[in-house]
C-alpha cells in the first residue's frame, strides 16, 4: 500500500513547465509524514509543474486542494475521488506499517520521513521517472527499473528497508505501471489544460536601494527585482560592460500571486560607486533589458523638474505684474499746469 500510495501521488500532486516555453517538463510530487510519537502524526504534500504548485494536501484536511482550475488536468471528478480516497487508505496503511517496523528499523520518536516522485519529458518525446524515500532528510531508498536499491548513506536500516519492500512484486509492477504511464498521461493533459497559464510572460519590476555596510567607508547595494514570471531570469551589478564578480544574489522566492522576487547584493567602497548599474534580463522584456544606474538621477526626478519649472516661472511673471498694477494704482494723478491754476482760483473764490 505504500507504494500504491507513492505511485499515485503522482497523479495527484504535479510540477513542470509548459512544453513549448521550456525544452524539459517535470512533475513531481513532495509528501512529509512527521511522526511524533505512536499515536500523534502529521503528514502534507504539494505538487508541482516546474516551479509552480497546484496541489497541496493535509491528512487532517479531508482531501487535496487544487491551486489551480486546471490542477486535474483532463482527469474527470469522479476518477480523481477515487484516486484520493484510495490515496488516503494507503497513507494511513504507510504509517501503520512504519509503526509496526520503528523498533526493527531503530526509528525513534520524533522522526519524519520524506517522499518525492515524479516524471519529467524530455523535448516531449522521451521519459524519466523518479521515485525516492528519505528519512529525516537523509537518503534511504530508491526505485530504479522495477526495484527498490538502499542508499548508501542508509547503512544497514536501508538494507532492511529494501529487502521487504522488495518482497511486494506485484506492487512494485504497479508502481512502474504508474511512473511509465499514469504519471506522463497527467503531466500532459495538465501542460495542455494549463497551456495559457504556464506560458504568462510577467515583466519585472526593479528599484535600487543602498544602506551602510559594517565594513569602513563601504556601502551595500541592493538590486531589487520582483514580479516577474516565469522563473528564469539574469540579474546582475556591472561597471560599464563589466559584471561586478563580487555580486550576491539571493534565493528567488515567490510572491503570493505566482510570481517572483529576487535581491543582487554587492558590497562596495563608497569612493568606487561611479558607472555602476544593475542590469535585470527576462524572457518577457524581448531584449529590452532594464538598466538601473545608481549615480544617474530617476525619471520621476525629471517629470517633476520638467512641470514645476514651467509653473515657477509663470507664477514670476504674474507676481511682477501684479506688483507692477498695485504700484500704479497707489501712485496720485498728475495734474496739468492749466487744471492746477483752475483748482487755485476756485479756492481763491470759496
Known amino acids: 500500500m505504500l507504494f500504491l500510495q507513492i505511485s499515485l501521488l503522482v497523479v495527484l500532486l504535479g510540477g513542470g513547465d509548459s512544453e513549448d516555453a521550456f525544452p524539459d517538463q517535470i512533475l513531481r510530487a ?7 510519537n505512536h499515536s500523534w502524526t502529521h503528514s502534507w504534500g ?3 509543474l516546474g516551479e509552480l504548485q497546484i496541489k497541496r494536501w493535509k491528512s487532517n484536511s479531508g482531501g487535496f486542494v487544487s491551486l489551480r482550475p486546471w490542477s486535474n488536468g483532463n482527469f474527470s471528478n469522479k476518477e480523481m475521488k477515487e484516486i484520493e480516497v484510495f490515496v488516503q487508505r494507503s497513507h494511513n496503511e504507510f504509517l501503520h506499517l512504519l509503526h509496526n517496523h520503528a523498533s526493527e528499523w531503530m526509528l525513534e520518536y520524533p522522526f519524519e520521513v520524506q517522499c518525492i516522485v515524479g516524471c519529467e519529458l524530455h523535448s516531449g518525446e522521451s521519459q524519466a521517472s523518479l521515485l525516492g524515500i528519505c528519512l529525516s532528510g537523509s537518503g534511504l531508498l530508491s526505485f530504479q527499473n522495477n526495484t ?3 542508499s548508501p548513506e542508509g547503512g544497514t536500516r536501508a538494507q532492511q528497508v529494501c529487502r521487504l519492500f522488495n518482497q511486494y512484486t506485484f506492487t512494485n509492477q504497479v508502481i512502474l505501471r504508474n511512473l511509465r504511464d499514469t504519471c506522463p498521461r497527467y503531466l500532459l493533459s495538465a501542460l495542455d489544460a494549463g497551456k ?12 535600487l536601494s543602498t544602506h551602510p555596510n559594517p565594513g569602513p567607508d563601504h556601502l551595500l547595494l541592493v538590486c531589487h527585482v520582483s514580479g516577474f514570471y516565469p522563473k528564469p531570469i539574469s540579474v546582475m551589478w556591472m561597471q560599464g560592460e563589466q559584471a561586478q564578480q563580487g555580486s550576491q544574489l539571493s534565493d528567488i522566492l515567490p510572491n503570493a500571486d505566482g510570481t517572483w522576487y529576487l535581491r543582487v547584493f554587492l558590497d562596495v567602497e563608497a569612493t568606487e ?23 544617474r538621477p530617476n525619471s520621476k526626478g525629471w517629470i517633476i523638474l520638467a512641470v514645476m519649472l514651467p509653473l515657477l516661472l509663470l507664477l514670476t511673471g504674474l507676481a511682477c505684474w501684479l506688483k507692477k498694477c498695485w504700484t500704479h494704482c497707489e501712485s496720485p494723478p498728475t495734474l496739468l499746469p492749466l487744471e492746477r491754476f483752475q483748482r487755485s482760483r476756485d479756492s481763491t473764490h470759496t
Not at 495559457?196 to 528599484?207: G, I, N, T
Not at 534580463?281 to 549615480?295: A, M, P, V
Open 46 to 48: 504539494s505538487g508541482w
Open 148 to 150: 527498490w536499491v538502499p
Open 30 to 36: 513532495i509528501g512529509t509524514l512527521s511522526l511524533h
Open 273 to 295: 560607486t561611479s558607472g555602476l548599474s544593475c542590469q535585470v534580463t527576462h524572457s518577457s522584456l524581448e531584449d529590452q533589458d532594464i538598466i538601473l544606474y545608481l549615480d
Open 196 to 207: 495559457a497559464d504556464l506560458q504568462r510572460q510577467v515583466k519585472p519590476e526593479a528599484w
